[in-house]
T-cell receptor, first 117, second 111 residues
Framework: DTEVTQTPKHLVMGMTNKKSLKCEQHMGHRAMYWYKQKAKKPPELMFVYSYEKLSINESVPSRFSPECPNSSLLNLHLHALQPEDSALYLC????????????????FGPGTRLLVL | GENVEQHPSTLSVQEGDSAVIKCTYSDSASNYFPWYKQELGKGPQLIIDIRSNVGEKKDQRIAVTLNKTAKHFSLHITETQPEDSAVYFCARKGGGNKLTFGTGTQLKVEL
């Protein structure tokens, strides 16, 4: 099973709202990622968690707040977003790169399409 | 740096023809090169990958070639079918967790 699930599929929010995106995987992966993808563009890395600890933050504005409550779950808390934050938000997971014998392939979820009004 | 150039940006082929997409990178520390297919409204799906110690890999109609000296790698799809129509992204990774994606190729397979 190489499935990463994301909820919700679609989300519309106002600039004063607080919402959360959720991601789940049961592949035993210990690295999880958030990406942002604008239309006709490649995914852009936002955050990386390794062993449930934040290891990479690509200078993402503080209105995006990631959380990794356990090894299967990854959340992205949203607050005071701007219309330019409208995009497809993708979650991915992988084994920890560099560990002997482990594949480093990143598996993506279907994404949450976010519209900020 | 870590950038990946991908060409062409759009590609139209007739059903049954072959399609080739090329990517170049500059970071010699790159050691892993996956290719993703993204259909409309879906997340990227891995279709094939190759590591730096291998020059070519094939999986049915899909193949990837890697030229480490020239720092480029290519995706080859043979006997294309309408369901191959999608956006294809190449990517590279060096040490650590970070994937850098190419700019994408919109492939259209026409009947």
């Amino acid at each position: 099973d190489t499935e990463v699930t994301q909820t919700p599929k679609h989300l519309v929010m106002g600039m004063t709202n607080k919402k959360s995106l959720k991601c789940e995987q049961h592949m035993g992966h210990r690295a999880m990622y958030w990406y942002k993808q604008k239309a006709k563009k490649p995914p852009e890395l936002m955050f990386v968690y390794s062993y449930e600890k934040l290891s990479i933050n690509e200078s993402v504005p503080s209105r995006f707040s990631p959380e990794c409550p356990n090894s299967s779950l990854l959340n992205l808390h949203l607050h005071a977003l701007q219309p330019e934050d409208s995009a497809l938000y993708l979650c991915a997971s992988s084994q920890i790169p560099g560990l002997a014998g482990f594949q480093e392939t990143q598996y993506f979820g279907p994404g949450t399409r976010l519209l900020v009004l | 740096g870590e950038n990946v150039e991908q060409h062409p940006s759009t590609l139209s082929v007739q059903e049954g023809d072959s399609a080739v997409i090329k990517c170049t990178y500059s970071d010699s520390a790159s050691n892993y090169f996956p290719w993703y297919k993204q259909e409309l409204g879906k997340g990227p799906q891995l279709i094939i990958d190759i590591r730096s110690n291998v020059g070519e890999k094939k999986d049915q109609r899909i193949a990837v070639t890697l030229n480490k000296t020239a720092k480029h790698f290519s995706l080859h799809i043979t006997e294309t079918q309408p369901e191959d129509s999608a956006v294809y992204f190449c990517a590279r990774k060096g040490g650590g967790n970070k994937l850098t994606f190419g700019t994408g190729t919109q492939l259209k397979v026409e009947l």
